[in-house]
T-cell receptor, first 117, second 111 residues
Framework: EAGVAQSPRYKIIEKRQSVAFWCNPISGHATLYWYQQILGQGPKLLIQFQNNGVVDDSQLPKDRFSAERLKGVDSTLKIQPAKLEDSAVYLC???????????????FGPGTRLTVL | SQKIEQNSEALNIQEGKTATLTCNYTNYSPAYLQWYRQDPGRGPVFLLLIRENEKEKRKERLKVTFDTTLKQSLFHITASQPADSATYLCAPFSGNTPLVFGKGTRLSVIA
């Protein structure tokens, strides 16, 4: 079974520039998550989709971050404009079930490492 | 606010010994707890889930305990191998809230 795909793997930008990340979840997975992982920290949920609807975006800095999941499959996460503190790894994950079932294992992609200079 | 503490940033042990990692949480009462493994440059990989009514759960050389009174989970790797070297993340959750991850413990198994 193919895993969660993300691109690009690395991105370096200047502050105030914009950047977009792409995620292709495991086929058939209803739920898609975007996490931000700062060096030395655990992943922090930014946004969760179930199919193409948003379940939770309470920790998404909406003044600069946006995300969409068109047709309930692929997703993009955008930052505009980027700040120095946005330097982190952005992880996409997917899970089979909707909601937060206890056995709702999340499958993570390799992440995109963003460096903002 | 919810707080998760994993015992130390790094743990070094000799090959063949048992590694024990600690996850403590405060200010909430999770009904479940997940453990993940993360290798450098890769996303976390799910290992085990334990429910609040399960005192202990095992999978091959892994054992997880969940003490809701102490607000603590212990993660054990028996007969550790260099291939077990990685960062291990705990994520307690209530089932109706998103996963919140600890910072992780970086385990190094020395041959």
């Amino acid at each position: 079974e193919a895993g969660v795909a993300q691109s690009p793997r690395y991105k370096i930008i200047e502050k105030r520039q914009s950047v977009a990340f792409w995620c292709n979840p495991i086929s058939g997975h209803a739920t898609l998550y975007w996490y931000q992982q700062i060096l030395g920290q655990g992943p922090k949920l930014l946004i969760q989709f179930q199919n193409n609807g948003v379940v939770d975006d309470s920790q998404l800095p909406k003044d600069r971050f946006s995300a969409e999941r068109l047709k309930g499959v692929d997703s993009t996460l955008k930052i505009q404009p980027a700040k120095l503190e946005d330097s982190a790894v952005y992880l996409c994950a997917s899970s089979l079930y909707g909601g937060l079932a206890a056995d709702n294992e999340q499958f993570f992609g390799p992440g995109t490492r963003l460096t903002v200079l | 606010s919810q707080k998760i503490e994993q015992n130390s940033e790094a743990l070094n042990i000799q090959e063949g010994k048992t590694a024990t990692l600690t996850c403590n949480y405060t200010n909430y009462s999770p009904a479940y707890l997940q453990w993940y493994r993360q290798d450098p440059g890769r996303g976390p990989v799910f290992l085990l889930l334990i429910r609040e009514n399960e005192k202990e759960k095992r999978k091959e050389r892994l054992k997880v305990t969940f003490d809701t009174t102490l607000k603590q989970s212990l993660f054990h790797i028996t007969a550790s191998q260099p291939a077990d070297s990685a960062t291990y993340l705990c994520a307690p959750f209530s089932g109706n809230t998103p996963l919140v991850f600890g910072k992780g413990t970086r385990l190094s198994v020395i041959a």
